[in-house]
């Protein structure tokens, strides 16, 4: 499948509550992920996980928001038509107005020689997991 570069200003937003599942997203958010934001609300955010991920890319992230730390990280991100999009994300966590924790995912672009090491890193990481 083909890969969607993000805009050099794109700016994607999403929030989710203490499961990860999501309560919010922006239109640019929306837009790359090719859903509607009605498509979004309530569901995991696994919905826009790309199989090539790596599991332990994502027990980092947990482990380090459950801790109350920020979390930054390179994500392949897989689209409703299934291209895919990276991202470089930093996870904060938060508490919402009724005092709920929750998290928050900001995403910018990332460049060319990034997206190469993470490609490969990742496909690495991938091979031990079998
Ligand atoms: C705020 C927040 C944003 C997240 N954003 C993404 C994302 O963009 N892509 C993704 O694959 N997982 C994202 N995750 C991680 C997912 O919740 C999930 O752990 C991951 O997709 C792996 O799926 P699995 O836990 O079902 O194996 C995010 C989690 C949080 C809390």
């Known amino acids: 499948?083909?890969?969607?570069?993000?805009?050099?200003?794109a700016f994607l937003v999403s929030e989710t509550d203490e499961k990860g599942i999501i309560n919010f997203a922006n239109d640019e958010f929306c837009k790359y992920a090719g859903y509607s934001i009605d498509e979004l609300i309530?569901?995991?955010?696994?919905?826009?996980?790309?199989?090539?991920?790596?599991?332990?890319?994502?027990?980092?992230?947990?482990?380090?928001?459950k801790s109350g730390q920020k979390w930054r990280g390179f994500v392949k991100n897989k689209a409703k038509d299934g291209s895919y999009y990276w991202v470089f994300a930093t996870?904060?966590?938060?508490?919402?107005?009724?005092?709920?924790?929750?998290?928050?995912?900001?995403?910018?672009?990332?460049?060319?020689?990034?997206?190469?090491?993470?490609?490969?890193?990742?496909e690495e990481m991938k091979r031990e997991e079998r």
Not at 45 to 63: C, E, Q, T, Y
């Open 1 to 9: 499948m083909h890969e969607v570069k993000l805009d050099t200003r």
């Open 42 to 65: 309530g569901k995991p955010h696994s919905i826009v996980r790309h199989p090539d991920m790596p599991k332990a890319a994502f027990k980092g992230l947990w482990d380090t928001i």
């Open 91 to 122: 996870v904060y966590p938060f508490v919402n107005c009724d005092n709920k924790k929750g998290y928050i995912s900001c995403r910018r672009v990332i460049s060319d020689m990034e997206k190469k090491k993470y490609d490969k890193l990742y």
